[in-house]
């Protein structure tokens, strides 16, 4: 196990404050840092990031939404001593060809695998959680999905396995570097499929449409989002519907030692955390 600091970036996002959360239980010193945290990181501000790195053996690195900064920052983090990275990514990365999505994420890739350091990436499907936790929540809430997804499956991954992949990584120098490990849930699911299932497990009727990409696009913009952000999320669809990364992997298994948690499991928790309930009349007076 490894006792040194490590630093996890986006501390207060999905991903890394579970990691923070895993970590600490473990017994390894943490610096969290986000816009937000005490330990301040914004990755349009690298006269920041050497404080954020002093004293680190490692880092949990959640890429910005933009290609390049990784690339200054590692070497920073060459230059301070840090001596290993751990990098979110996405499934499949080197398979998107010449799609204008990922561009952030594969140019964080090339930083951290062309560097001195030892790394290691995870590549997770989509996550559950962005049926509750993020963009899809409030159209789930409302009544109805509308993407520009069809029969094409998806793997969803359970966030907490992703925290649980990501904590151990960390805690075992040596180990896993070098290695990119592929992350998916235990079976593909359509969007249609997923959200039929969220919909019994709430109790409600919840519906599921298809719509075009342009169609999705206007949709975002109307509810406030920049067009160039809503262009980007609708370019992940039409690379899904590619069927490039609808398989799933024993990745997660030869990690952790265990499979993965199921969207059934998922959808149960969430549910009953009353996560796709409306909000009763009082609660929004």
């Known amino acids: 196990m490894s006792n040194g600091t490590t630093l996890v970036l986006g501390a ?9 959360a895993r970590l600490r239980l473990h017994g390894t010193p943490v610096r969290a840092a986000s816009r937000s945290s005490p330990t301040r990181f914004d990755w349009s501000d690298p006269g920041g990031w050497d404080a954020a790195l002093r004293d680190v053996d490692a880092v949990y690195v959640v ?6 900064p990784v690339h200054g920052f590692v070497a920073r983090a060459e230059a301070v001593g840090v001596r290993r990275l751990v990098l979110l990514s996405g499934r499949g990365a080197d398979t998107w060809g010449d799609s204008a999505f990922g561009l952030d ?27 509750d936790e993020d963009v899809f929540s409030a159209p789930l809430v409302a009544g109805e999905l509308a993407l520009p997804a069809g029969e094409v499956p998806e793997p969803f991954i359970d966030v907490e396995d992703v925290a649980d992949a990501a904590a151990a990584v960390l805690t075992e120098p040596g180990r896993h570097a070098g290695r ?11 969007f249609a499929e997923a959200v039929g299932l969220i919909s019994r497990a709430s109790g409600r009727e919840i ?27 609708a370019e992940m669809f039409v690379l899904m519907e590619q069927g490039l990364i609808t398989e799933t992997t024993d990745d997660l298994a030869a990690l952790l030692g265990r499979a993965p948690r199921t969207f ?11 996560a796709w309930q409306r909000p009763h009349a ?3 007076s």
């Not at 890429?63 to 390049?68: D, E, K, M, R």
């Not at 696009?217 to 067009?227: Q, R, S, T």
């Not at 059934?264 to 009353?274: F, I, L, P, S, T």
């Open 63 to 68: 890429a910005p939404g933009v290609p390049g």
């Open 180 to 190: 990119v490990y592929e992350l998916t849930g235990p079976r593909a699911l359509t």
């Open 282 to 284: 009082s609660e929004g």
């Open 105 to 131: 994420m594969r140019s964080a890739e090339d930083a951290v695998r062309g560097s001195a350091l030892e790394w290691t990436v995870l590549r997770p499907s989509n996550f559950n959680q962005n049926f």
């Open 12 to 20: 207060t996002g999905k991903t890394g404050r579970r990691v923070a």
């Open 264 to 274: 059934e499991d998922y959808v149960v928790r969430a549910a009953a955390a009353g």
């Open 207 to 233: 519906r599921y449409r298809r719509i075009s990409p342009a169609e999705y696009v206007a949709a975002l913009v109307a509810e406030g989002v920049g067009e160039d952000d809503a262009h980007h999320v």
